[in-house]
């Protein structure tokens, strides 16, 4: 089993900064991916960055170049340090963790990240 907890959202400027973490616990040692999605009412969730391992990194493309996911091993947390942030990126993200040899992932409960015109 493994455990996320995501902190550091909140309400911010359009053209502000903001930085979420994610603090894994459990299993971690099995992850082999960890990522951050965002959901807004009436939409499905979208990847908007995920770091595998080896430190490999993908981004959907509304978000390249703005935002940066990183992985802090010995705090087993992943950080995503979102720049220029529009108001298009109000949403709620969550936090997701990928175990390929249990062919599971999970899930953090989630935190509001809103961006004022």
């Known amino acids: 089993q493994v455990q996320l907890v995501e902190s550091g959202g909140g309400l911010v400027q359009a053209g502000g900064s903001l930085r979420v973490s994610c603090a894994a616990s459990?299993?971690?040692?099995?992850?082999?991916?960890m990522g951050w999605y965002r959901q807004v009412p009436g939409k499905q969730r979208e990847l908007v960055a995920a770091?595998?391992?080896?430190?490999?990194?993908n981004y959907a493309d509304s978000v390249k170049g703005r935002f940066t996911i990183s992985r802090d091993y010995p705090k087993n947390t992943v950080y995503l340090q979102m720049n220029s942030l529009k108001p298009e990126d109000t949403a709620v993200y969550y936090c997701?963790?990928?175990?390929?040899?249990?062919?599971?992932?999970?899930w953090g409960q989630g935190t509001q990240v809103t961006v004022s015109p």
């Open positions: 459990g299993s971690i040692f099995r992850i082999n991916r």
């Open positions: 997701n963790a990928v175990v390929l040899s249990l062919g599971h992932e999970y």
């Open positions: 770091i595998a391992t080896g430190e490999r990194t």
